[in-house]
């Protein structure tokens, strides 16, 4: 799997000094971090640092927190799955922020169970509940190509585990896409994939190659008659 960059090129220089120097601890970076991520959202990729030094100076000055920040930084990091961003993200989180009963709890809640299916592999029930509850699409409305930067990652997943996979239906689940033609459409044109009948055949890689184990097993002479010693001393 590919790394998730922590330091993306696209980050501005204003940025890199705010997040490696002192201004770090100044509540004034709020307001430029803030839209840099922003600019993370609208343009499909994730400065997991920067945003952490955005959740630490929320930490420092909870008068500034602003809730649906927060909840844009855990969908961001969601994407850079499977890194573990979005963890690192969750405990900067003040628990004075995530009161019982507050909007951005049941909101943090709600994106902590839809990682956790992704964290195990669960992808068809990701996408399930990421249908089953209106609140999933007002979550993720602000991250451009949310859906699509997960599917990507997912595709990449089963490119590292399979050779082919026997039937569309499957894909079809782990991939959150509906019926034979889009399943076909996404694993051709975005992956590279073939399709022979029912069958998806992935393209051999240095991780899905089968791969010969050599076992060998090293037994001196010492060693040996060591165990003969003792089995003779045994039955003595």
């Not at 602003?66 to 890194?83: G, R, Y």
């Not at 079809?172 to 399709?195: M, P, Q, R, Y």
Request: hydrophobic share 40%; proline share 5%; glycine share 4%.
């Amino acid at each position: 799997m590919l790394p998730k960059n922590e330091d993306p090129q696209e980050r501005p220089a204003e940025i890199h000094q705010i997040i490696n120097g002192l201004e770090r601890y100044n509540p004034e970076a709020v307001g430029p971090l803030e839209a840099y991520l922003q600019q993370q959202c609208e343009q499909r990729y994730c400065d997991g640092n920067a945003n952490r030094v955005l959740l630490k100076l929320y930490q420092l000055n909870p008068d500034r927190i602003k809730d649906e920040v927060i909840t844009n930084i855990l969908v961001k990091a969601m994407t850079t799955f499977p890194s573990p961003q979005f963890n690192l993200a969750l405990h900067l989180l003040s628990p004075s922020s995530l009161a019982s009963g507050s909007e951005l709890a049941e909101a943090v809640s709600k994106l902590r169970a839809l990682n956790a299916h992704l964290e195990g592999a669960s992808f068809a029930r990701f996408w399930a509940t990421l249908d089953s509850d209106d609140l999933y699409a007002d979550l993720t409305t602000d991250i451009d190509g949310f859906e699509e930067s997960i599917r990507l990652t997912i595709a990449q997943l089963v490119s590292e585990v399979f050779r082919e996979v026997q039937t569309v239906p499957v894909l079809s689940d782990w991939l959150g896409l509906e019926g034979k033609e889009a399943v076909e459409k996404f694993v051709v044109e975005t992956c590279g994939w073939s399709v022979e009948g029912d069958k998806i055949v992935l393209p051999k890689n240095a991780d899905n190659e089968a791969k010969k184990a050599e076992i060998r097993e090293d037994v001196n002479f010492d060693m040996f008659s060591r165990i003969v010693r003792r089995s003779w001393e045994e039955t003595a």
